[in-house]
C-alpha cells in the first residue's frame, strides 16, 4: 500500500527555523517525484514545488522560489520542506504529494496527511 | 501562466441529484487537466486525470470531460458522502474550488 506519513503539527516563532518531513512507502521511492502544497486556513491548494527524489532536482513555483527549500533524503525514503526564517503568513496546512506524470502533464495520486504548521507570537 | 476558473463557487443540491462542475483554463491545456475532492479535515483525493479518466478506486457516478479550455466534472448521483469542496488542476496550477454543499 502506497503511503506518505508526515511529520506531526508545529508550533513556531516569527524568525525561527523550520523543516517538515514526509516519508514515503509501499513503492520505489525514487521512482516519483514528490510534491508540496500549500492550504492556507480555509482557503485553497497551492503548488510550491517537487522534487525528483533519484538525483535531488528540484522545481519551485516563482510564489515560493527563495521563501522555502525542498529536499530529499533517498536513503530513508523522506522528503523535506524547511524555511530558514517563518513568517505569520506561513501559517497554513501543508501538504505533500506523489506526482504521476502522463504523456505531457502530471497529477498527485498520492497525499500525506498533512502538516499544521503555526506561526505565532 | 495558465489561470483556472471554476464556477460555480457553490452548488447546493440533495442527494440523488446530478452535480455539474465547470473550469476553465486562460488557455488551452489540451486535455491535461485533473479533478480532486477534498473533505474537511483530510487531504484532497484524484478524482480524475487527462481530463476523463477516472483515477483507481473512484466510482463511475464521477465522471469528468472536456478539452482545450472548457472541462466539467459531473457526479451523476450523489452520495451523502460527495459533498465537499473540489478543485481542478493542470500542472501547477489549481483552481480555487467548488464548494458542493447540501440543500
Known amino acids: 500500500e502506497v503511503q506518505l506519513v508526515q511529520s506531526g503539527a508545529e508550533v513556531k516563532k516569527p524568525g525561527e527555523s523550520l523543516r517538515i518531513s514526509c516519508k514515503g512507502s509501499g513503492y520505489s521511492f525514487t521512482s516519483y517525484w514528490i510534491s508540496w502544497v500549500r492550504q492556507m486556513p480555509g482557503k485553497g491548494l497551492e503548488w510550491m514545488g517537487r522534487?525528483?527524489?533519484?538525483?535531488?532536482?528540484?522545481n519551485y513555483s516563482p510564489s515560493f522560489q527563495g521563501h522555502v527549500t525542498i529536499s530529499a533524503d533517498k536513503s530513508i525514503s523522506t522528503a523535506y520542506l524547511q524555511w530558514s526564517s517563518l513568517k505569520a503568513s506561513d501559517t497554513a496546512m501543508y501538504y505533500c504529494?506523489?506526482?504521476?506524470?502522463?504523456?505531457?502533464?502530471?497529477?498527485?495520486?498520492?497525499w500525506g496527511q498533512g502538516t499544521l504548521v503555526t506561526v505565532s507570537s | 501562466e495558465i489561470v483556472l476558473t471554476q464556477s460555480p463557487a457553490t452548488l447546493s443540491l440533495s442527494p440523488g441529484e446530478r452535480a455539474t462542475l465547470s473550469c476553465r483554463a486562460s488557455?488551452?491545456?489540451?486535455?491535461?487537466l485533473a479533478w480532486y475532492q477534498q473533505k474537511p479535515g483530510q487531504a484532497p483525493r484524484l478524482l480524475i486525470y487527462d481530463a476523463s479518466n477516472r483515477a483507481t478506486g473512484i466510482p463511475a457516478r464521477f465522471s469528468g470531460s472536456g478539452s482545450g479550455t472548457d472541462f466539467t466534472l459531473t457526479i451523476s448521483s450523489l452520495e451523502p458522502e460527495d459533498f465537499a469542496v473540489y478543485y481542478c488542476q493542470q500542472s501547477g496550477t489549481f483552481g480555487p474550488g467548488t464548494k458542493v454543499d447540501i440543500k
Open positions: 504529494a506523489r506526482l504521476f506524470f502522463t504523456l505531457t502533464s502530471y497529477y498527485f495520486d498520492y
Open positions: 522534487i525528483d527524489p533519484s538525483d535531488s532536482y528540484t
Open positions: 488557455q488551452s491545456v489540451s486535455s491535461y
